[in-house]
């Protein structure tokens, strides 16, 4: 999946959750890699949503440099612009749980 359009409202792409996650853990300084981004259950999916849909989303903006090849993600030329509405978005519930 693939955004038809882009966009550059940040509160627009970064309202889902996983892209939420990659902006605020880049700005706590949690997050260097895709691998930092795996939760537990569904690792495979989350993993392949990220790839396909989050991380090229949020690279299209400019809110990160993300190096494929070496699994690296950072913060982009427009960084600020998005991590300054991470606060302002509802968190998603509690991550789910792999029992």
Do not use: C, K, Q
């Amino acid at each position: 999946m693939t955004l038809d359009t882009p966009t550059t409202d940040p509160t627009v792409v970064v309202s889902a959750p996983e892209r939420r996650r990659v902006v605020a853990g880049l700005a706590d300084g949690t997050v260097e890699t895709v691998a930092d981004l795996r939760v537990r259950g569904r690792a495979d999916e989350i993993a392949a949503e990220l790839r396909e849909t989050h991380l090229p989303a949020l690279e299209e903006a400019g809110y990160i440099e993300w190096d494929r090849e070496a699994g690296t993600i950072e913060p982009g030329p427009n960084f600020e612009e998005a991590a300054g509405h991470v606060d302002d978005l509802p968190m998603p519930d509690a991550e789910p749980s792999d029992d």
